[in-house]
């Protein structure tokens, strides 16, 4: 960008840095998310709640099919 545009955008400054922040506060939430090592931790904790009868068969079957989506990058159905 030239100097005269930049001294046009400078008032909407604080904007575009809170909009670039937010961008990146969203980027590391969705790697974190995807992480195999988080969720296979999370499998390992769901099959412990099922093996001390915490939660159901059926429960531990849609959580499962949840976390096993993450890890293929792609939404539950």
Do not use: C, H
């Not at 990146?24 to 195999?36: F, I, K, L, S, W």
């Not at 988080?38 to 939660?55: N, P």
């Amino acid at each position: 960008m030239g100097l005269i545009s930049e001294l046009l955008l400078l008032p909407a400054a604080p904007f575009r840095g809170t909009a670039w922040v937010l961008r990146q506060v969203r980027d590391e939430a969705e790697r974190q998310y995807r992480d195999p090592s988080v969720v296979q931790r999370e499998l390992a904790d769901l099959e412990k709640q099922l093996l001390a009868g915490e939660i159901d068969d059926d429960e531990f079957d849609r959580r499962e099919d949840e976390l096993l989506a993450r890890l293929e990058n792609r939404n539950p159905t």
